[in-house]
């Protein structure tokens, strides 16, 4: 809880000052390259920051959503939209990523640039229950996460057991490409999960 506070406080903070040197403005090739391989339908975009990467699906014929804690990011992503005119397809909310009643059933693509591996293991556990329970059937989720490693004194990120075990209710991990992130040198993963549920539950 504390830690989830802190983590809030800290995002605020970073977009209030500009210090958000993930805002490059640039869909991460991986979307880029997996979005023309799927049907366009409801997409989700958690932690959106700026929605950079919602835009981009608005762009491409999805039914875009992105949702983010900060204000003040969401305010500048509605702003980019309605400046490339999708305000139409993408819509934004303010709101936790661990709490997400307002948004209806039935995403077919879930993408997480950075997000999940910023939340406490509480936190990801209750991403994950919402992520499962909002989730079409044959569902895919792109996520972006950082390896575990101390921040600020806390550890922070997930190891890829890690992700398969809290998605496996619903997704299957169907590959997992480690690297370095290119901004902070610290190791992260690509994850491409698709559902293995493959009609609605009765
Ligand atoms: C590293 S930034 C990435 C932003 C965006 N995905 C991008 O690529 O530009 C992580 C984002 O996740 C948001 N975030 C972190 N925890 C969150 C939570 N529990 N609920 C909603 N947003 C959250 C932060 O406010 C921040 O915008």
Partial sequence: ?????????????????????????IVPPEIVTLVPRLNPGRAL????????T????????????????????????????SAVAVADRARFYVGSVTRLGFIHPGIDLFVDVGCFHSLGEAGQREYTAEVARLAAPGAVMALYAFLPRLMNGRLIGAAPETVTALFAPVFEVESATIGTD????????????????LAHQP
């Avoid at 975009?45 to 950079?52: A, E, I, N, R, Y």
């Fill in 182 to 197: 290119s901004g902070s040198g610290h190791q992260s993963a690509w994850y491409l999960l698709r559902s293995h549920i």
């Fill in 1 to 25: 809880m504390i830690f989830s506070m802190r983590q809030r406080l800290r995002f605020y903070w970073r977009y209030l000052q500009g210090k958000t040197p993930w805002d490059t403005g």
């Fill in 45 to 52: 975009d958690l932690g959106c920051g700026t929605g950079t």
């Fill in 54 to 81: 919602t835009i981009y699906l608005a762009q491409q014929g999805w039914r875009a959503e992105g949702v983010d804690y900060v204000g003040a990011a969401i305010t500048k992503a509605k702003r980019k939209a």
